[in-house]
C-alpha cells in the first residue's frame, strides 16, 4: 500500500483525553476515532490489525473443534425473560423497542439465543460434544466507558459456547478452551496467566480469567514466578485427548494465580518472596463452566444413552479482539510508539523512500516495493514528499517489525538500511539482499 | 470437514413461513434461523457463504482503490441532525435511548459517520481522490420483514464513500464503483445489470441500480437483451484510467435499462419486440452521486489548489453481503436444492462415504478426505451412518458444486463417482483419479 494512497491520520499532538497509553498510541497512530462515548470507529490502519487479531483467534477455535457461525447484534427480550436475567442484567444491557413496540436489545452476550438454536435443532448425545462460537459487535452501556477500545461500550467479542452430555465431558469441553487460549494469546505475542475468577452475571463454578501483566492493569493480581516459564502446548496438540488436555490444564492451574477478588493472603503468604509476583493486569479472557443454569429453564434437552432426556451441561468462553488490541501496545510499545509482534502486525514492513522525486532514490523503491510484494509480504511503501525526521517518528508510532529506508545516496550506490523496530538496530544492506533479510 | 463433527441441522419439511425458494432453501440447508422478525443467524454453513461473499466484494473495493475501514454499528443521534435526516428517516430508524438519556441509533448507513470522520482528518485536496468503506451490520426497522435476508431488518451492508474535490472526479469515482460492481457480480455467478434509479432518502441526482432478473424479484424490470452479452472488465482494468472507465460505464448504460419507477414507456416501445426483456428483477448493489448533500451542512470542506476551501464532492456505494446470498440462490437452484457458482460455494467437494463402518470404504474416503484437503480444497465429509437416499439428497440440497461418492463396491473395485452438481453428470474414475478430476 502506498502511503500516498492510504487513510492514516497520524496526529502530532498526544490527545488529552487518553489516560493510558494504547489509548494515547492508538489514537496518533490513526488506528481508532471516537464517535460517540465508548463507541469507536476502527480507522483502516486499526482495522487492519483487528483482522490479524481475529485471524488467530477464528484458526484457534477451528483447530479446538470449535464451529463458527454468526448471530446477531440485536435479540428479542423474550428469549432474555427465559433465563431469568432480562430483569437482572440492569442499566448495562442497551434496551430498545421497536416499531411495533416490541422489546429487543443489543446483545451484551449470547447465553440466551445460542441456546435457543441448541434446542431448535439438537436431541440427542449422538450429536455432542458441540462448540459453536462466533465474532460479534456487543455493547455493554457502561456508567464510564474509558481507556479507548480497552474498556468500550461498543466492543467485538468472540463468544464460543459448549454443550455436553454431562459434567465430565464440560470440562473436558472447558480444558479445550482453557488449551486454545493459551495459544490464541502467545501468538497475538502476549504472556497470559489463568487465575480463577468470579463468575459475576454469567453464574457458573468453574471459570478462568486470562490476565497478562501490565503496569497500568485494572486490576491487582498475584502469581508464582513459574508462569513466567510455563511451556504453551504447540500446534501439534491433540484436542481429542481429554486427559492429556487436563494435565496441561492442571500444569497451568497449580502454581499460585489470583486476582484481587480472589486472593487468599494466608496461600500467598506461604510463598517464598523471591517466588512471589504481585502486579497489575489487563483481563484478556474470560472462560466459564455453568453446567445447567441456562439449558434447565429454557428446556435444553437431550437424549442421553439410556433414552432419558438430560438438560446439557454448558460453558461459555470469551475473548475481546478489540480489547485485545490495546492489551497488545500495552505489553509492546516504547517512548515511540508501538511495536507489533510479527504475528499481529497490520503491514510486514515498511518501505521509506527518503527522498520522492528523486530518480535513483524513487526507482530502488518502487523496485523494492514490487519485490517485497511479490515475496507475498504486506508492505506500507511512504512514497510522500514529507521531512526526514517526520516519516522516521511516523514508522516508529505506528510500530511495523521492519523497515526499510532508501535515501537517494544509498540508492546510488545500490544499498538500503533495514531497521529491526523492536531493537532500533541498523544494517546497510545491497538492495539485492533485502527482501532476504526481511523474509529471514 | 466431517460432517460428524459440522452443525448442519438439515430440515426434512418445507417451512411453511417461507415464501420465495431462497428463503426455503436457506432454512432447509440450515444456513439461516429466524431468531425474531427480520433477524437472523446465520448458522455455520451460512456463515461460509457469507465469508466467501464477502471476500469478492472485499477483493473488489480493494483493487478499485477504496480502503477498507470499520464503523461502529451504534451512532450518536446529533450527526443526523447535523445533516438534517434525523427527523426525515421515519420509523425505519432504530432509535435508542442510552442510560444516561442520550439519544442513540442503530445505523441503517453511514453518510454522516463517514463525513464526520472526513472532516476530522482531510484538509488539502492533496489527500483526494479518497474512497473509505465497510462491511458492517446494519439495521432498517421495516414494517413488513419478508423473503429471509432478502429483506431483513438486521443486515450486513458493505458501504463505500467517495470524497472529490468537484463533479468531475467525482463522476470518476462513481465510474469506478460501477465498474468495480459488474466485476463483483459476475465474479459471484450473478448476472447484473445496472438501471437508473430513484435515489431516495440517499439523495442526490445520479445513482444506479443492480439488478439481476429472477422470477420472484421484487419489482418489474425492463431492458435490451444487448445486456446478455455485454464484456464485464477483466481483473486487468485499469482504476486510474477515468477515460477508460467512462467507456465502459458508457456502454453499459447506453442499451435501454429502467425498473418499474423509471420506466419510459416510449422508449420503450420504440424498441424491436425481439429485443426487449421485460422481467422480474432483484436489486443486489446501488450507488449515488450527492455531490455536496452532505459535505455542507456538516461542512466538510478541503482547501483546493487556489488556496479556497470548497465542500467535498461525495457518492456512496452500497452492496449486501446477506442478500446477495439469497440473490445467487434464486438465480442458480433446481427442484433438488442449491447450486452454488463454484466462487462462493462454502466447500469445494462434498465427499459421500456410502456405508461408514466398511473397512475399505472407510480406508478408501478417509484416505481422498486427506489428499483433497492437502490439495488445499474445503472438503465436507459426510462420514455419517444414514441412508443413501438421504445422503445423496442432502448433499444435493446443501449444493456443492462438485460430489465425490465412495461406495463399498466401489472402493473395492478403486473407484469412486464424481458428479457434478449443476448438470447431474456422473463419472467412475480410479481412486487415483479423483483429485486430479476436482482440480481440474
Excluded at 107 to 128: A, C, H, Q, W
Excluded at 350 to 370: E, F, S, V, W
Amino acid at each position: 500500500m502506498r502511503l500516498s494512497r492510504y487513510f492514516l491520520p497520524i496526529l502530532k499532538e498526544t490527545p488529552k483525553e487518553a489516560e493510558i497509553v494504547s489509548h494515547r498510541l492508538m489514537l496518533r497512530a490513526g488506528m481508532i476515532r471516537q464517535q460517540a462515548a465508548g463507541i469507536y470507529s476502527f480507522l483502516p490502519f486499526g482495522k487492519r490489525v483487528l483482522d490479524r487479531v481475529c485471524r488467530i483467534v477464528r484458526e484457534e477455535q477451528d483447530r479446538s473443534g470449535a464451529i463458527e457461525l454468526l448471530m446477531p447484534t440485536i435479540q428479542p427480550a423474550d428469549l432474555w425473560r427465559e433465563s431469568g436475567r432480562y430483569d437482572d442484567y440492569g442499566k448495562e444491557m442497551l434496551r430498545i423497542e421497536d416499531r411495533h413496540e416490541r422489546d429487543l436489545l443489543f446483545g451484551p452476550t449470547n447465553e440466551e439465543m445460542v441456546t435457543d438454536i441448541f434446542r431448535s435443532y439438537v436431541r440427542s448425545y449422538k450429536d455432542l460434544p458441540l462448540n459453536l462460537y462466533h465474532i460479534q459487535w456487543k455493547f455493554r452501556d457502561e456508567v464510564r466507558p474509558r481507556f479507548g477500545v480497552m474498556r468500550s461500550r461498543e466492543f467485538l467479542m468472540k463468544d464460543a459456547y459448549s454443550f455436553d452430555i454431562d459434567f465430565e465431558r464440560a470440562k473436558t469441553a472447558y480444558d479445550r478452551m482453557f488449551v486454545s487460549y493459551l495459544r490464541t494469546f502467545q501468538r497475538c505475542g502476549l504472556k497470559a496467566i489463568p487465575m480463577r475468577a468470579d463468575t459475576g452475571p454469567i453464574g457458573g463454578d468453574l471459570s478462568h480469567e486470562f490476565i497478562i501483566l501490565a503496569s497500568t492493569g485494572e486490576s491487582e493480581v498475584f502469581c508464582h514466578r513459574d508462569y513466567l516459564d510455563l511451556h504453551v502446548p504447540g500446534e501439534d496438540v491433540d484436542f481429542d485427548d481429554a486427559a492429556g488436555l487436563a494435565e496441561i490444564v492442571k500444569s497451568w492451574t497449580t502454581p499460585y494465580a489470583a486476582t484481587d477478588e480472589m486472593h487468599d493472603t494466608a496461600a500467598w503468604d506461604g510463598l517464598p518472596d523471591d517466588q512471589k509476583i504481585a502486579a497489575r493486569g489487563i483481563e484478556v479472557g474470560h472462560i466459564f463452566h455453568f453446567g445447567t443454569k441456562y439449558s434447565e429453564p429454557m428446556k435444553a434437552v437431550v437424549t442421553g444413552p439410556d433414552g432419558k432426556d438430560v438438560p446439557v451441561h454448558m460453558g461459555s468462553y470469551g475473548i475481546g479482539p478489540s480489547r485485545l488490541l490495546a492489551a497488545i501496545i500495552e505489553a509492546s510499545h516504547d517512548e515511540n510508539g508501538i511495536i507489533w509482534p510479527k504475528s499481529v502486525a497490520p503491514f510486514d514492513v515498511g518501505l521509506i523512500n527518503m527522498k520522492p522525486g528523486d530518480a535513483a532514490c524513487d526507482a530502488a523503491c518502487d523496485d523494492l516495493y514490487r519485490q517485497l510484494q511479490a515475496a507475498d509480504l504486506d508492505v506500507l511503501y511512504d512514497d510522500q514528499d514529507t521531512r526526514a525526521g517526520v516519516k522516521f517518528a511516523s514508522m516508529d508510532l505506528i510500530g511495523l517489525p521492519l523497515q526499510v529506508i532508501v535515501g537517494p545516496r544509498g540508492a546510488k550506490a545500490g544499498e538500503a538500511e533495514v531497521k529491526v523496530r523492536a531493537t532500533g538496530k541498523r544494517d546497510t544492506l545491497p538492495l539485492t539482499a533485502v527482501v532476504g533479510r526481511v523474509l529471514a
